[in-house]
Protein backbone atom coordinates (compact mmCIF):
# COMPACT_ATOMS: atom_id res chain seq x y z
CA UNK A 1 0.00 0.00 0.00
CA UNK A 2 1.34 3.36 0.78
CA UNK A 3 0.47 4.42 -3.00
CA UNK A 4 -1.65 7.25 -1.13
CA UNK A 5 1.12 9.59 -0.51
CA UNK A 6 1.34 10.95 -4.59
CA UNK A 7 1.02 14.72 -4.83
CA UNK A 8 -1.91 16.62 -3.25
CA UNK A 9 -2.88 18.96 -5.39
CA UNK A 10 -4.05 21.02 -2.77
CA UNK A 11 -7.63 22.79 -4.05
CA UNK A 12 -7.24 26.12 -4.73
CA UNK A 13 -9.30 28.25 -2.06
CA UNK A 14 -7.70 31.36 -3.33
CA UNK A 15 -10.26 33.23 -6.31
CA UNK A 16 -7.69 33.83 -9.20
CA UNK A 17 -8.92 33.37 -12.30
CA UNK A 18 -8.71 30.00 -13.64
CA UNK A 19 -9.02 30.49 -17.18
CA UNK A 20 -7.90 33.11 -19.93
CA UNK A 21 -11.46 34.24 -20.45
CA UNK A 22 -11.67 34.57 -16.67
CA UNK A 23 -8.70 36.77 -16.55
CA UNK A 24 -9.90 39.15 -19.20
CA UNK A 25 -12.97 39.20 -18.32
CA UNK A 26 -11.98 40.42 -14.11
CA UNK A 27 -9.27 42.83 -15.98
CA UNK A 28 -12.28 44.17 -18.10
CA UNK A 29 -14.52 44.04 -14.92
CA UNK A 30 -11.85 46.49 -13.22
CA UNK A 31 -11.47 48.80 -16.36
CA UNK A 32 -15.36 49.38 -15.94
CA UNK A 33 -15.86 49.44 -12.70
CA UNK A 34 -13.02 52.57 -12.56
CA UNK A 35 -15.97 54.47 -14.39
CA UNK A 36 -17.93 53.99 -10.87
CA UNK A 37 -21.69 53.01 -11.46
CA UNK A 38 -25.12 54.71 -11.25
CA UNK A 39 -26.62 52.13 -8.98
CA UNK A 40 -27.53 53.97 -5.95
CA UNK A 41 -28.46 50.43 -3.83
CA UNK A 42 -29.46 46.93 -4.11
CA UNK A 43 -33.03 48.36 -4.43
CA UNK A 44 -32.67 50.01 -7.62
CA UNK A 45 -30.80 46.44 -8.97
CA UNK A 46 -34.41 45.15 -7.99
CA UNK A 47 -36.41 47.81 -9.27
CA UNK A 48 -34.80 47.14 -12.88
CA UNK A 49 -35.55 43.44 -12.97
CA UNK A 50 -38.44 44.04 -14.96
CA UNK A 51 -37.30 45.83 -17.66
CA UNK A 52 -34.20 43.17 -18.05
CA UNK A 53 -36.66 40.38 -18.09
CA UNK A 54 -38.74 42.38 -20.56
CA UNK A 55 -35.15 42.76 -22.35
CA UNK A 56 -33.34 39.38 -22.49
CA UNK A 57 -36.95 37.70 -23.21
CA UNK A 58 -37.01 39.74 -26.80
CA UNK A 59 -33.35 38.11 -26.90
CA UNK A 60 -35.18 34.85 -27.44
CA UNK A 61 -35.93 35.81 -31.13
CA UNK A 62 -32.62 36.54 -31.86
CA UNK A 63 -31.40 33.15 -30.25
CA UNK A 64 -34.08 31.17 -32.99
CA UNK A 65 -32.64 33.09 -35.36
CA UNK A 66 -29.19 31.76 -35.09
CA UNK A 67 -29.82 28.38 -33.78
CA UNK A 68 -30.43 27.42 -37.57
CA UNK A 69 -31.46 23.70 -37.10
CA UNK A 70 -33.88 25.09 -34.23
CA UNK A 71 -32.94 22.06 -31.81
CA UNK A 72 -32.79 24.68 -28.83
CA UNK A 73 -29.47 25.50 -28.78
CA UNK A 74 -26.81 27.04 -30.82
CA UNK A 75 -23.83 24.53 -31.59
CA UNK A 76 -20.29 25.76 -32.23
CA UNK A 77 -20.86 26.60 -35.78
CA UNK A 78 -24.01 28.51 -35.24
CA UNK A 79 -22.35 30.49 -32.93
CA UNK A 80 -19.39 31.37 -35.34
CA UNK A 81 -21.93 31.96 -38.17
CA UNK A 82 -24.18 34.71 -35.60
CA UNK A 83 -20.75 36.16 -34.59
CA UNK A 84 -20.54 37.17 -38.07
CA UNK A 85 -24.13 38.21 -38.95
CA UNK A 86 -23.46 40.39 -35.11
CA UNK A 87 -20.10 41.67 -37.01
CA UNK A 88 -18.27 40.66 -33.79
CA UNK A 89 -14.90 40.40 -33.85
CA UNK A 90 -13.48 37.60 -32.47
CA UNK A 91 -10.30 35.00 -33.04
CA UNK A 92 -11.38 31.49 -33.33
CA UNK A 93 -9.81 30.78 -29.76
CA UNK A 94 -11.82 33.49 -28.23
CA UNK A 95 -15.11 32.10 -29.80
CA UNK A 96 -14.02 28.36 -28.66
CA UNK A 97 -13.42 29.86 -24.83
CA UNK A 98 -16.53 31.47 -24.36
CA UNK A 99 -18.40 28.74 -25.97
CA UNK A 100 -16.83 26.56 -23.90
CA UNK A 101 -17.19 28.90 -20.64
CA UNK A 102 -21.05 29.30 -21.19
CA UNK A 103 -21.48 26.12 -21.98
CA UNK A 104 -21.93 25.32 -18.18
CA UNK A 105 -24.14 21.51 -18.73
CA UNK A 106 -21.45 20.95 -21.71
CA UNK A 107 -23.83 19.44 -23.86
CA UNK A 108 -21.96 21.21 -26.56
CA UNK A 109 -24.66 23.53 -27.31
CA UNK A 110 -25.28 27.21 -26.35
CA UNK A 111 -29.34 27.19 -24.84
CA UNK A 112 -31.05 30.35 -24.12
CA UNK A 113 -29.64 31.06 -20.65
CA UNK A 114 -25.91 30.45 -22.03
CA UNK A 115 -26.55 32.31 -24.83
CA UNK A 116 -27.67 35.49 -22.79
CA UNK A 117 -24.64 35.09 -20.42
CA UNK A 118 -22.29 34.33 -23.26
CA UNK A 119 -23.94 37.98 -25.37
CA UNK A 120 -23.43 39.73 -21.94
CA UNK A 121 -19.45 38.85 -21.12
CA UNK A 122 -18.99 39.64 -25.28
CA UNK A 123 -20.35 43.17 -24.37
CA UNK A 124 -18.36 43.45 -21.23
CA UNK A 125 -15.38 42.17 -23.28
CA UNK A 126 -15.83 44.24 -25.95
CA UNK A 127 -15.47 47.28 -24.75
CA UNK A 128 -11.77 48.09 -25.24
CA UNK A 129 -10.66 51.10 -26.98
CA UNK A 130 -10.05 49.00 -30.03
CA UNK A 131 -13.77 48.27 -30.51
CA UNK A 132 -14.95 52.19 -29.03
CA UNK A 133 -15.59 53.16 -31.98
CA UNK A 134 -17.89 50.81 -33.26
CA UNK A 135 -21.65 51.72 -33.46
CA UNK A 136 -22.77 48.41 -31.56
CA UNK A 137 -20.77 46.05 -29.97
CA UNK A 138 -23.09 43.25 -30.10
CA UNK A 139 -25.49 44.75 -32.48
CA UNK A 140 -28.47 45.05 -30.55
CA UNK A 141 -28.92 49.03 -28.87
CA UNK A 142 -31.59 47.60 -26.47
CA UNK A 143 -30.00 44.68 -25.62
CA UNK A 144 -26.70 46.48 -24.94
CA UNK A 145 -28.71 48.86 -22.30
CA UNK A 146 -29.50 45.81 -20.39
CA UNK A 147 -26.01 44.29 -20.36
CA UNK A 148 -24.71 47.82 -19.35
CA UNK A 149 -27.30 47.57 -16.46
CA UNK A 150 -26.14 44.40 -15.16
CA UNK A 151 -22.76 45.48 -15.83
CA UNK A 152 -23.29 48.36 -13.55
CA UNK A 153 -25.06 46.34 -11.19
CA UNK A 154 -22.09 43.97 -10.91
CA UNK A 155 -19.96 47.28 -10.39
CA UNK A 156 -21.72 48.04 -7.64
CA UNK A 157 -21.80 45.24 -5.47
CA UNK A 158 -18.06 44.63 -6.17
CA UNK A 159 -16.75 47.23 -3.04
CA UNK A 160 -13.40 46.84 -3.28
CA UNK A 161 -13.17 46.16 -7.57
CA UNK A 162 -11.45 43.04 -7.64
CA UNK A 163 -13.54 41.77 -10.12
CA UNK A 164 -15.48 39.55 -8.28
CA UNK A 165 -18.11 39.71 -5.78
CA UNK A 166 -17.01 38.63 -1.99
CA UNK A 167 -19.85 37.17 0.84
CA UNK A 168 -19.17 40.16 2.67
CA UNK A 169 -19.57 42.65 -0.17
CA UNK A 170 -23.15 41.01 -0.96
CA UNK A 171 -24.05 41.19 2.56
CA UNK A 172 -22.86 44.97 2.84
CA UNK A 173 -24.85 45.82 -0.26
CA UNK A 174 -28.20 44.39 0.93
CA UNK A 175 -27.56 45.43 4.55
CA UNK A 176 -26.94 49.49 3.29
CA UNK A 177 -30.69 49.02 1.41
CA UNK A 178 -32.55 47.15 3.86
CA UNK A 179 -31.86 47.23 8.09
CA UNK A 180 -33.82 43.76 9.04
CA UNK A 181 -33.27 40.99 10.54
CA UNK A 182 -34.03 38.87 7.41
CA UNK A 183 -31.64 41.39 5.35
CA UNK A 184 -28.49 39.40 6.18
CA UNK A 185 -30.82 35.66 5.10
CA UNK A 186 -31.30 37.24 2.17
CA UNK A 187 -28.05 38.42 1.15
CA UNK A 188 -26.67 35.12 2.36
CA UNK A 189 -29.34 33.21 0.14
CA UNK A 190 -28.85 35.11 -2.88
CA UNK A 191 -25.26 34.81 -2.58
CA UNK A 192 -25.27 30.98 -2.23
CA UNK A 193 -27.41 31.03 -5.22
CA UNK A 194 -24.38 32.62 -7.20
CA UNK A 195 -21.59 31.25 -5.83
CA UNK A 196 -21.97 28.23 -7.39
CA UNK A 197 -18.66 25.90 -7.18
CA UNK A 198 -18.53 27.84 -3.35
CA UNK A 199 -15.06 29.19 -3.17
CA UNK A 200 -16.46 32.31 -1.54
CA UNK A 201 -16.35 34.40 -4.69
CA UNK A 202 -18.34 35.50 -7.37
CA UNK A 203 -17.80 36.22 -10.63
CA UNK A 204 -19.24 38.14 -13.74
CA UNK A 205 -20.36 34.76 -15.20
CA UNK A 206 -21.76 33.21 -12.12
CA UNK A 207 -23.64 36.61 -11.17
CA UNK A 208 -24.87 36.64 -14.82
CA UNK A 209 -26.53 32.90 -14.29
CA UNK A 210 -27.85 33.80 -11.24
CA UNK A 211 -29.27 36.82 -12.75
CA UNK A 212 -31.15 35.25 -15.55
CA UNK A 213 -32.70 32.78 -13.46
CA UNK A 214 -33.90 35.68 -11.05
CA UNK A 215 -35.59 37.81 -13.34
CA UNK A 216 -37.09 34.24 -14.54
CA UNK A 217 -36.11 33.61 -17.52
CA UNK A 218 -35.37 30.01 -16.40
CA UNK A 219 -39.12 28.98 -16.48
CA UNK A 220 -39.72 28.12 -20.03
CA UNK A 221 -42.80 28.13 -19.88
CA UNK A 222 -43.88 25.56 -22.56
CA UNK A 223 -42.53 26.71 -25.49
CA UNK A 224 -45.29 28.68 -26.77
CA UNK A 225 -44.60 27.56 -30.50
CA UNK A 226 -44.65 30.11 -33.03
CA UNK A 227 -46.30 32.47 -31.11
CA UNK A 228 -45.31 35.97 -29.78
CA UNK A 229 -44.27 38.33 -32.82
CA UNK A 230 -42.56 41.10 -31.48
CA1 LIG B 1 -28.81 24.36 -33.10
CA1 LIG C 1 -25.22 23.88 -22.91
CA1 LIG D 1 -14.83 42.32 -4.70
Redesign the pocket.
Known amino acids: MGNKVGKSESPKKVSKPETKLEAKTVEAMKRRAAAGTSMKSFNSIILKFPKIDESLRNCKVIFKQFDEDSNGAIDYEELKKSFHKLEISCTEEEINDLFQACDINEDKGIDFNEFIVLLCLVYLLKDDAATLHAKARVGMPDLEATFETLVDAFVF??????????KS?MVQAINETTSGEGSGQIAMKRFEEMDWDKNG?VNFKEFLFAFTGWVGIDDNEDEEEGGEKV
Open positions: LDKNKDGYVSEM
